[in-house]
């Protein structure tokens, strides 16, 4: 029987940094807050965006979604299984076949 704890303190090894879901939030929070910087700190022309400060509320929502992001990684983690059972090989599948270059 295969359990998905660690060896160490018996508690499940989780994806923790590696997780996909947490660089995609950071990137997003990143770019959420220089937006928001420079829809604070920035110019803002609004005869070019009907009067709305498009890169705060651009910058605004991309940081609700990063923070989105971690908090879907943190509530539901990825169990890394601790170990992984190789296929066994399969006698009638043909072996790969190196390339040679043609001969001239």
Known sequence: MSTTTSETDGRPKKAGLFDIRNIIG????????I???AGLFG?????KTG?????????VALLAVG????????????????????????PTRPAPQRKRPPAH
């Open 67 to 90: 923070l989105g992001f971690f908090a879907w990684a943190k509530i539901r983690p990825i169990v890394v299984p601790p170990d992984v059972d190789r296929p066994d090989d399969d």
């Open 43 to 47: 110019e803002h022309e609004p005869e």
């Open 26 to 33: 950071a990137l997003m929070a990143l770019y959420g807050v």
């Open 35 to 37: 937006l928001a910087l």
């Open 51 to 59: 009067g709305v400060n498009a890169n705060l509320w651009t910058g």
